[in-house]
């Protein structure tokens, strides 16, 4: 079957760094996404990667390599606004987008 | 940048009745809207698949009759929860794709029924 691992919870303070890993076992690959998703509200896209290495986005970076089925997003000079929780999808080879559980990150001052 | 507008955001109902949300894609045709729902602490969950003038592909478990799906046009797709019962509280969120890689989500709406 399908299945997007990624940990249930994590917690970092403010003004440091967190990684957030997913790995995959999908049918097909066509490219990971990372979202965003504060309570009470729908995700917002952070980035999305199709071929290995590091794509770069401000604070926030994310990773991917296919042949290990895994990614990390890296979220820098972490803020309050930071908590949240981080989705990771991978759309499959049907273009489905199939989605993990989400990473709900805690910052503490 | 591509913008999905969701409608209404909260809504409460009585029990037995029914409520539609819209969404609405702004400044791109949609060819495809996706319909989720959101549990507390969950994943979202794809319910629905649709495609500008033709019938929704349902996932597996979802009532179709319960949830009515209509995407009459390349910018509107609604979803009508048809007699609502308690159970069917949750957030529901639309998503929609011009074709090209990339889903731009609705807002959400967080359905209460009572």
């Known amino acids: 079957g399908q299945n997007i691992d990624q940990p249930t919870e994590m917690t970092a303070t403010e003004g440091a760094i967190v990684q957030i890993n997913c790995t995959y076992q999908t049918s097909g690959f066509n490219g990971l996404f990372w979202y965003q998703q504060h309570a009470g509200e729908a995700p917002t896209f952070l980035s999305y990667?199709?071929l290995d290495g590091l794509e770069e986005k401000g604070r926030f970076s994310s990773f991917l390599s296919r042949s290990k089925g895994y990614s990390y997003l890296l979220l820098k000079e972490l803020q309050m606004k930071d908590s949240a929780s981080y989705l990771c999808a991978v759309m499959d080879s049907n273009y489905q987008l199939i989605w993990g559980a989400g990473t709900k990150l805690i910052i503490k001052p | 940048g591509a913008v999905v507008s969701q409608h209404p955001s909260r809504v409460i109902c009585k029990s037995g009745t029914s409520v539609k949300i819209e969404c609405r894609s702004l400044?791109?045709?949609?060819?495809?809207m996706f319909w989720y729902r959101q549990f507390p602490k969950k994943s979202l969950m794809l319910m629905a698949t649709?495609?500008?003038?033709?019938?929704?592909?349902?996932e597996q478990g979802v009532e179709k009759d319960k949830f009515l799906i209509n995407h009459a046009s390349l910018t509107l797709s609604t979803l009508t929860v048809t007699s609502a019962h308690p159970e069917d509280s949750s957030f529901y969120i639309c998503?929609?794709?011009?074709?090209?890689?990339?889903?731009?989500f609705g807002s959400g709406t967080r359905l209460t029924v009572v």
């Open positions: 400044d791109f045709q949609a060819t495809t």
């Open positions: 998503s929609a794709s011009d074709g090209a890689v990339g889903y731009t």
């Open positions: 990667n199709v």
């Open positions: 649709s495609n500008e003038g033709s019938k929704a592909t349902y």
